[in-house]
């Protein structure tokens, strides 16, 4: 596989009990980890806690070494300016390729952004060099 730009993002099970979430943020920063993106998605009896952080192989190990369910992904990360059609145009791209989006978020900066698009993972080198191909900058963990 050539080598091209993409995040690693942690997915964490979170049952929905009073302090889970703190547990898992807790033990985060005892090992000094500092967390980029937090997106947490429920429902009424579990959520879906993902994050983006420096070094992914580092909380994916603390998390599971201390019984949390979890897994590493592979996402896709996209430079953004703050203008009208900026999103879209990164949809329109991966749709005329036929290349579903399974969820998005955005990672917020000064002034412009990153948004970050899970696709399924046989189409995301396909996906990150079409978007280069079209002047998408895509990001790595090092932009972060």
């Known amino acids: 596989m050539a080598d091209f730009?993409?995040?690693?993002?942690?997915?964490?099970?979170?049952?929905?009990?009073?302090?889970?979430?703190?547990?898992?943020?807790?033990?985060?920063?005892?090992?000094?980890?500092s967390l980029l993106s937090v997106v947490?998605?429920?429902?009424?009896?579990?959520?879906?806690?993902?994050l983006l952080i420096k070094d992914t192989?580092?909380?994916?190990?603390?998390?599971?070494?201390?019984?949390?369910?979890?897994q590493r992904a592979?996402?896709?990360?996209?430079?953004?300016?703050?203008?009208?059609?900026?999103?879209?145009?990164?949809?329109?791209i991966l749709n005329g390729a036929n290349i579903d989006i399974r969820y998005t978020y955005t990672v917020n900066e000064k002034n412009d952004g990153i948004f970050v698009f899970k696709v399924d993972d046989d189409k995301i080198e396909k996906a990150v060099l079409l978007l280069e191909q079209n002047d998408v900058k895509t990001v790595n963990e090092n932009d972060l």
Do not use: C, H, P
């Not at 730009?5 to 703190?22: D, T």
């Not at 947490?40 to 993902?50: H, K, V, Y």
């Not at 599971?64 to 979890?70: C, D, K, L, P, R």
């Open 5 to 33: 730009n993409y995040l690693e993002q942690l997915s964490i099970f979170v049952e929905n009990r009073s302090g889970e979430l703190y547990s898992i943020t807790a033990l985060l920063e005892q090992d000094n980890i």
């Open 40 to 50: 947490l998605s429920d429902s009424s009896e579990f959520g879906i806690l993902r």
């Open 57 to 70: 192989q580092q909380a994916y190990l603390l998390l599971i070494n201390n019984g949390f369910m979890a």
């Open 74 to 92: 592979k996402v896709i990360g996209v430079r953004i300016i703050n203008q009208v059609g900026s999103f879209n145009k990164v949809v329109k």
